[in-house]
Nanobody, 123 residues
Framework: QVQLVESGGGLVKPGGSLRLSCRAS????????MGWFRQAPGKERESVAA????????AYADSVKGRFTISRDNGANTVYLQMNSLKPEDTAVYYC????????????????WGPGTQVTISS
């Protein structure tokens, strides 16, 4: 079992950047495919990005490709989401997720979730 907690959210102006972190507890973290989801009020939860356990494969939603980068540091039990060129439509609660299902195809089948961190893009 793995426990996840996100950090790094906040209020950013359009065009700005944020880096979200997801720190995991548990001995199985390295074996998990990890991903980021987001959900805005009144909208469906959207799969944003995913990365395999080695860190050699990634996937991105079309809405964020070229602007967001997912990475992981297994030694630190941490997954990151670097978000650049942020837009108002990126405003959402961002969730870290983990799955033992290894396919890096969006959306991943999440087995574990963090509590989320709010990202607000507004001028």
């Amino acid at each position: 079992q793995v426990q996840l907690v996100e950090s790094g959210g906040g209020l950013v102006k359009p065009g700005g950047s944020l880096r979200l972190s997801c720190r995991a507890s548990g001995s199985t973290f390295i074996s998990y495919t990890m991903g980021w989801f987001r959900q805005a009020p009144g909208k469906e939860r959207e799969s944003v990005a995913a990365i395999n356990w080695i860190g050699s494969r990634t996937a991105y939603a079309d809405s964020v490709k070229g602007r967001f980068t997912i990475s992981r540091d297994n030694g630190a039990n941490t997954v990151y989401l670097q978000m650049n060129s942020l837009k108002p439509e990126d405003t959402a609660v961002y969730y870290c997720a983990a799955t033992i299902r290894g396919s890096v195809v969006l959306p991943i089948s999440a087995d574990y979730w963090g509590p989320g961190t709010q990202v607000t893009i507004s001028s």
